[in-house]
Each structure stands twice: as C-alpha cells, then as structure tokens.
C-alpha cells in the first residue's frame, strides 16, 4: 500500500545519515530551447545531440526484445506486453507481465489508454497515463502499472536498466504539489493467507515536483505495518535528484543484491553517474530488501493516491535486466562503474523540506 504520506526519519532520532548526491553537470541541464518548444504539443522530445542526452548503450547490444533468455529479461517495447494470468502459472523461473493492477482492463489489454505504444520516427515507447478518475476499485490507488513476475526463483543479485522520461506536458493541480507518485517499485510478495506485516515497496523510485523543482527520489527498506515484529522499520529517502528535466530522457541503472538482512543493498547509477551516494567505499546503500522468501515483483508505471484534473503521462524506451553487469552491458566493469566516485557528495539535510509530503506540510503550518 501507498502511504498516504510520508514522515522523513531524523538523522540524530534513528541514527541515520542521510546523503545528498549532487548529479547532473552543466551538460545535463543544458537543453534545446527550440527543440521544446517544437515538441511541445506531442509531450516528449526527440533524442539528438543538440539536448545532450545519455544513452549508455545497453540496446544497441541486443537486435530485438526477447524474455528468458539465458535469465535475462529485454523489452524495447515494439509492442505492447502481453498480460499472463497468475493462477495455474507455475514455471516460477520464466518472467512474465501482468496488467492486474491496471484500473481496468478488457480482454486482458488495458482500457482508456492508460497503457500504450507511441510510435516517432523509427522509434517506439511504453506510455502509462493516467487520466481523471482511475481509482482501482478493489485495492486503492490511481494505477496505471504493469508487472513484471518471475525470472529470478534463487533470488540471486540482479542488474536492470531503464530510460524512463517526463514529457513536457506533465501539469498538476496546486493542492497536488509536493505529493509523490511512484513510477518504478519493487514490491514484496506476501502468501495470500499470511497477516499483512510490512507497508507497501522496499524500493521505490518516485516523482515529485515541489518548490519549482522537479524531483526523482528513491526510497528504500522495510516499513513495517502496526502492532507487527517490523513496527518502527522505516524505508528512508536514500538518493535524490531535483533537477530533473521533462522532456528528457534519463537512464537508471540499478544493481541490487537481494537478502532479508543488511546483507542487502542496491547501488543506482543516474545518466552514467552515481545516484546512490558514496559510502567511504562504493555507492550501495545496505539494508534489508525482502521480507521472505519469495521475490519481489518489479512494477512500473504511475501508482499514486491522489487524483488529478489532467491526464499524466511518463515513458519508457526499454527495460532490461541481467545476472551480472558484464551480462548487462557486455563488457567488464571498470573501477569506477563499480564502485562510483567521491566527489560531488552532500548530506540530504539540505533537501528534506522538499521532500515533506504536502498534507505533512499542512499539518505544520
């Protein structure tokens, strides 16, 4: 489940330091004035050198999408996913999509466009939209969300990559500033007859625009649910960017090694660049990321708690994951592509109020 708001732990109450990475240099602020302009109306920008966007290269290695193939995962999205239902699915090792926490959906393909191809000039992208009124009328939420299941039954360290991107038209309503909306989580699998003990995603990647800054934040850790073993567990804000541009493209790169202790961690790379901050060592960040056993399913797409009066949109270009970074890329790691860089790191402190979900705000004044 969403929180329906988020309370940011003290540093000095849970003991937690909390860092700030400064990512993106005059380059990846630097964009085309006119290239936003011209594209404008159809709500994203085309990829060229003259607004400097990130590509690192992880698509070109591959001809087409494929799934399960030597356990990798790799969709470019030249059409739309297919959705395969859960319940006499067995084969625990093969990935597979699901669309069941779509709003609504009609002969297993989602309705209202929520979920979508676009196609531009040789060039295709998932789009998830969610409009007006699309609150899921069994488990909450405004959804526009797709799964990913399976593919990993050793729950063995994992590598992913995605582009994701906020197009230009992207507006919100006032009383909607500062509320967060999740866009890409990994979420605990819990046994249908089992008491539900931990509150919502262990990881989760969200967007916020607050204080004229547009912000992509990640979360991580267990939240323990009320009178359960994992009450006062808090997942915390771990890595923040706020100066993300719509209409550009971003590149994640996310490597985590699963366990139910701090054996766990998960270490993020934004646009080449460390996104997780630097811990005197590398850039993971360690803690718990399972609550049991089971793996946890991988959705992405827009899940949030508050409606708004515009349709809102975000894109994917690909989404790949691998056992190991040379599966991923092709090549051997270097130092730095392991273990990240020291410089440009700063405490979050700086940041928390922009992070203060906004009926948190409220209830301050």
Known sequence: MFPHFFNIPKTGRYGIL????????????????????????????EESESNEEYFSGI?????KSFINKRGMFFDDFEKLPKHIGGANFKKKSVTRYSYHSLVEK????????SIELVKEGGN???KSTLAPGQLHPKINGYRAELTLHGGNPDIREEWYEWRLMIPTDYDLDEENIGREVSIVQFHYVKPKKEKKVIAGPTINF????????????????????????YNGFKWRPIALNDEIIKGKWYTLRVNINWSKTNQGYIAVWLNGKPFTPF??????????NLYNDIENTLKFGYYRYWDNSKPTAIYFDYLVKA??????TGNKPTIEELYGVQEDYRYLEDKIKALTDVRSREDMK
């Open 124 to 126: 295709s992208y998932l």
């Open 106 to 113: 009609e002969n297993w393909k989602p309705k209202n466009k």
């Open 59 to 63: 698509s070109n290695q591959f001809e």
């Open 206 to 229: 969200t967007y916020m625009e607050q204080y004229s800054k547009n912000i992509l934040l990640l979360r991580y850790g267990i939240h323990g649910e009320k009178e359960s073993k």
């Open 323 to 328: 056992r190991t970074f040379e599966q991923l």
């Open 18 to 45: 909390l860092f700030f990475l400064t990512l993106g240099s005059s380059c990846d602020r630097a964009q085309n004035t006119n290239a936003v302009t011209n594209q404008q109306s159809k709500g994203y920008i």
């Open 279 to 288: 811990n005197g060592i590398n850039n993971k960040v360690y803690g718990a």
